[in-house]
């Protein structure tokens, strides 16, 4: 999370949103932001439906598998990171300022 605050500026400036979501409560949600100094939204996913229904709930840790998706705008799924390759954004950034929409 605090990668992507790191690179926040970059992605808003490539017209991206970034959110974060875990199997956390809301309460939890934001009092860890506010610890690790996030300003994106952070959702809940309490009782892991989503993550279950995306297949990425790790039953040995009781926890989700950390994965970053890049959504267009047409709502598909542009990149995929998962696991290790999910804390370094820069992949992401960089994917995000080439593909930024150009203003006509």
Same mark, same amino acid.
């Given at each position: $999370? ?8 970059? =992605? ?8 974060? #979501?875990? $199997? ?10 506010? /610890? #690790?100094?996030?300003?994106? *939204?952070? =959702? ?14 790790? *039953?040995?840790? /009781? ?9 267009? /705008?047409?709502? /598909?799924?542009?990149? $995929? ?5 999910? #804390?370094? *954004? ?10 930024? *929409?150009?203003?006509?």
């Amino acid at each position: $999370m605090q990668n992507f605050q790191a690179n926040l500026q970059r =992605l808003e400036a490539a017209e991206t949103q970034v959110l974060g #979501i875990s $199997m956390d409560s809301t309460f939890s949600n934001a009092a860890w932001a506010e /610890k #690790i100094g996030v300003t994106f *939204p952070l =959702l809940s996913d309490w009782g892991g439906e989503v993550v279950r229904k995306y297949g990425l709930y790790n *039953p040995k840790y /009781k926890a989700a598998r950390r994965v970053t998706y890049l959504i267009d /705008k047409d709502g /598909k799924v542009a990149q $995929m990171q998962i696991d290790s390759e999910a #804390i370094d *954004p820069t992949k992401l950034v960089e994917y995000c300022e080439y593909h930024k *929409p150009s203003k006509k």
